[in-house]
């Protein structure tokens, strides 16, 4: 192993105050390590691996003795040209709206990439190996909740893990449930956008199911920001870990609750100035909060909570109905710029900033909150949505074009090495 700076200036004055004491030979030998250490430094220490944080925060990787940012690098096109770990042909999971493969994707080229985070050997992102992750979850369960993206990134996992044991699954109560009783493994999903407790503001008094997405869609919807969504959140504690995501689905139009009364609202028409007019962001920040801060403090859950943060659409020339595109066919490369629009930019800021704000609490508490940042490296990856991939022919109620789904396999097979990541941390 290459000795630290500190290690090697501390060895340089260990020798310099030897010499007065040691005969005429040694003190030619100490001399001659002083030297050595000398040109070390000046020629050889530009080349040592980084053994700090990065700037930015980031995951520790390995045995802990590296600290890196994983949000930071690049998609390469993988070195050993591997094979994703399943198809639409393995795994029948795959829903349309993400069979690529399906439907005809005129190229697989989107397959050929890795995320590699800057930082050398130390930072990069160990390959998904199902037998490992298997061992470390023997005996534990495992609840996601949010939406779509959500249910991409289970689905993910399910045909990921059918390498080693194909689950078996079931629905009950709003939940699906899938099991590998070989490995003694569970895994839960519960679809809710918004993670609080929220209703169609037309529909019934109880929030409904993703049967009618199209309807909450549309909405508008009362969002009750400050009450975790009961339907799901007693759950929570029943599982050793909890992936909590959501964010797009904030932009549609809402009317925002605290304390049982109306606080403001989005996209909700003439309010006849009754209610204040607020931007989707305060809304999901709200819920945020709400949610990290109630599973912080979740009597009777010490597991690991662990935020997916949002990733971004893609869509050039326009938006979901107005002959939006998402034309790229590559990666982006370090030297292409990366923005990202509104309101999404804001939805990461909230969440890295609640997410912040709840550590903490989670700490005093015995809950580990973890973090898993995709946002910055999906946001390299237009290549990777469906496209007019996502479907058949026929009308497809002005939705042709998905640039927000990612196809199954994908780009967000490395949500998997992300979420290993973590909990083998």
Known sequence: MIPSLGALLAGVRRSRHAIAKTTPVSALAALLFLAAATLWLLFLGPLRSPDTPSSSGGNTHGMGATACDTTLGEWVRDPAGALPHYTNATCAFIQDYQNCMKHGRPSLDFLQWRWRPDGGPGCELARFDAAHFFRLVRGKSMLF????????????????????????????????????????FAVSFFWTPFQVRWRLTGGPPAAVGPDRQGEVFAGPNDLHLDEPDE????????????????????????????????????????????????????????????????????????????????????????????????????????????????????????????????????????????????????????????????HGAGDHGGFDVDCLHWCLPGPIDVWNELLFQIMAG
């Open 231 to 390: 339907r799901w959140m007693p759950a929570a504690k029943e599982h050793d870990y909890v992936v909590v995501s959501a964010s797009h689905w904030f932009a549609r139009p809402a009317v925002y609750y605290r304390r049982g009364r109306a606080v403001g609202c989005h996209g909700c028409g003439n309010t006849d100035g009754n209610v204040t007019a607020l931007p989707p962001r305060y809304a999901q920040r709200a819920a945020f909060r709400t949610v990290l801060r109630a599973l912080a403090g979740l009597d009777g859950f010490k597991g690991t909570a662990v935020l997916r943060t949002v990733a971004p659409t893609h869509y050039a020339n326009g938006g979901w109905f107005d002959g939006g595109e998402c034309p790229d066919t590559q990666p982006l490369d370090r030297d292409e710029t990366a923005d990202m629009a509104e309101p999404e930019g804001g939805f990461y800021s909230a969440q890295l900033e609640e997410f912040r704000a709840a550590e903490e609490e989670a700490r005093k508490n015995g809950v580990r909150l973890r973090l898993m940042d995709v946002t910055r490296i999906m946001l390299r990856r237009p290549d990777g949505h469906p496209d007019r991939h996502g």
């Open 145 to 184: 909740v949010g939406d779509s993206l959500a249910s991409s990134h289970v689905t993910s996992l399910m045909c990921t893990l059918s390498e080693a044991e194909t689950p078996t699954r079931r629905s009950a109560d709003g939940f699906e449930h899938w099991r590998f009783p070989a490995h003694d």
